[in-house]
């Protein structure tokens, strides 16, 4: 019978939880895909379409609306990483 440590096991369970290519981006729908993939890309521009609607339905000057501003920052600072990533994978590619 063979036996593994932790630090082993760990390792592995890591190895598989997260892919090769790097973050993982959880869809609107659950469903988890690779980041800078085009569905991930698909999906954040949804979020971001969903977060501007829902911003521009506030008054000006409010806290709401100053909430909704920051989370369309974050969006689209990821929007930009997740383009990056796909145009270096569609480089390796070609």
Do not use: W
């Amino acid at each position: 019978m063979m036996r593994i440590s932790r630090k082993q096991l760990r390792k592995i369970i890591s190895e598989i939880a997260v892919p090769a290519e790097g973050r993982i981006h959880r869809t609107m729908s659950g469903i988890a895909v690779p980041f800078g993939c085009e569905e991930c890309i698909v999906d954040i521009d949804d979020r971001i379409v969903d977060a501007t609607h829902s911003r521009d339905a506030c008054s000006l000057r409010s806290v709401d609306r100053s909430h909704y501003n920051g989370i369309l920052n974050l969006l689209r600072r990821d929007r930009r990483a997740a383009l990056k990533e796909f145009n270096l994978a569609q480089s390796r590619e070609h």
